[in-house]
């Protein structure tokens, strides 16, 4: 595979550019689903490939191959060249320099995903599906349960003299359950990562999915009110997924942020500090540099509830004059990069949740949420579906379901009053619990 870049190099050098750059990816994963305790799903995949984005007379061109011998890629280079006389010219194209920041990459990769057999990934999932059924009779169904990994493997080189290789590897487990009483059903999906497949725990995960689907099984529907909300770490993950295209650099220089934000300003709850890390081992996306080369860091994006940073790569760092954050975003070789998060979250508080509700004293603890995505992309107005249960004397009542929440992210994160110890990545988004000083909620 080295072969391959040194060939790619040796082309693009003898080329008359501006700037040029390579990036080659390798990533190796691992699938499997169990139904009925005999393997219903099983795929390996091991994909390849180089992409090459040049620069001539100030126009970007991009191609990309998986074929990776010389004519192939002598192929790719004039493509790229033939797509950069087309583009349009813009004086901030370019690739980025070399630094002397360190390149972190421990713990980001752990040879266990090598290392432990395939049957014993298989048993994992079969675990995990015989632990829900033995939990509780109420669970009377399984959609999908599983286990994968993937490892990446990426070099980059560019004319500026960059030379940066990383690697990472991620696993999981996942379950999707049903669980019934009578004619009443209810769904619960739940999911663990880790960077070492043997510290997850496949009976946990059952138990944990198993319990939440029975525990909402019995809900009612309220009167409409407006009140106090405890909001489950999962849900505020979610919330800030949806804001945090307004974050980014790319978002600003575009005016498509949404809701709009300014550096300097204090938009959010005091309390609130939120933070992007390429470096966090515990979010999915961590890696040792970003998609062009950029080291991975952690920036402030929400000091005590003040906008302190946007996120940018390079090409928006130069467009909007400021620092580069490492947020270049690459799913593959086979796609351009673009302006993105790495691991985003919402530093956690020091409350447990049973002391969250006594706080709350009276209210509404939402545990999940439908229809997100309709938040209104200008104003950051949003009203969706939820369930959850209500909350009386600091103690959960009963379930509740058949209800919405309605509001404003930005007003939303302003009234947060409480934050809770439970912080947990979900993907690569993280938050814990917190308590919003009140918000609509609709009911009958």
Known sequence: MVDAIDIAEEILSKKNLDQWEIFWQTSSSFRCQTKKLETDFFQKADISGIAVRLVRNGKM???FSSNLDANSLAQTVETAEAIADVTVEDPDYGFVQPTDSKVESNGLFHPEINEMKELDKIGVARIIEESAFTYDKKVTSIR???????ELDVEIRNSHGLRLHGKS???????????????????CYWRYQSRNP????PVRLAHIASDRAIKRLGGERISSMKCPVLIENIVAASFLETLSNTFLAESHFKKTASPRITIGVEVFSPLINIFDSGLDTDGAYAFPFDGEGTPA?????????????LLS???????MKASITGNCRRPGFDSTPFNGITNLFIQKGNLEIPDL????????MITEVMGLHTANPI???FSVGASGFLISGGQIVRPVKGIAIAGNLLDLFRKVIFLGSDFEFFGNVGAPSMVVEILAVSGQ
């Open 144 to 150: 999908s349960s599983g286990y994968t990994d993937v």
């Open 198 to 201: 043997r510290d997850l725990d």
């Open 313 to 319: 790569d390079s090409y928006h760092s130069r467009k």
């Open 61 to 63: 061109g991009f191609s």
């Open 357 to 364: 509700m006594k706080e709350l004293n009276s209210g509404i």
């Open 379 to 381: 104003t950051g107005d």
């Open 297 to 309: 860091r952690r920036t402030t994006v929400v000091g005590t509830g003040r906008i302190e940073s």
């Open 169 to 187: 590897g991620l696993a999981s487990i996942w379950i999707e359950l049903m669980a019934q009483t009578g004619d009443e059903q209810e769904m």
